[in-house]
């Protein structure tokens, strides 16, 4: 607590940083995102989310893109491929079977639900995006940024939290189909 206070004593509101927006973003940002979008909807999307960062981490494909066009900033090739193909993988799977398949029906969920969700998707995005940068551009972000989102437990909670959350997680009763 003492850190989290003497982090909110360091803001300088007058000259916001990159911290203060990405802070702002995790929270606000899942809030409105979480109610907009319901429980259901946030786990398609999370799928989506592992999928893009299964296929950017490793494919190969990556490299030759970025030597073919002789980018000179790869990450900015690996996240632009990471948002593309999160979006298109999450229009394809919204549509598809899987969404009837995970959800419950209701699409929204119990409220906290869907604030746990949203909150574990919002830190994930942001984790992954992060680890995309070079060490120079992560260097200029504060300890506590770097800690939750970039250390190497911080970048494990996200990816294996919202894991644990789907599996062990309750899920809304199915309605039962009348013979």
Do not use: H
């Amino acid at each position: 607590m003492d850190q989290v206070a003497s982090f909110l004593a360091s803001i300088n509101w007058a000259t916001p940083s990159w911290d203060l927006f990405i802070f702002l973003f995790f929270i606000i940002g899942s809030l409105l995102y979480g109610f907009s979008l319901g429980r259901d909807r946030i786990v398609v999307i999370l799928v989506s989310v592992y999928m893009a960062l299964a296929v950017v981490g490793n494919a190969p494909i990556v490299n030759q893109v970025n030597f073919a066009f002789n980018i000179n900033d790869s990450y900015v090739l690996r996240i632009s491929m990471f948002i593309c193909l999160f979006v298109v993988l999450f229009f394809f799977l919204s549509r598809s079977a899987l969404l009837k398949t995970i959800g419950d029906g209701s699409g929204s969920g119990p409220w906290w639900q869907v604030i746990l969700f949203s909150l574990l998707q919002v830190g994930l995005l942001i984790s992954v995006t992060l680890s995309f940068l070079p060490k120079e551009i992560l260097s200029n972000f504060s300890q506590y940024t770097r800690d939750i989102f970039l250390s190497d437990m911080g970048k494990s909670a996200w990816l294996i939290l919202p894991i644990v959350v789907m599996a062990l997680g309750p899920r809304g009763s199915k309605p039962k189909s009348v013979e």
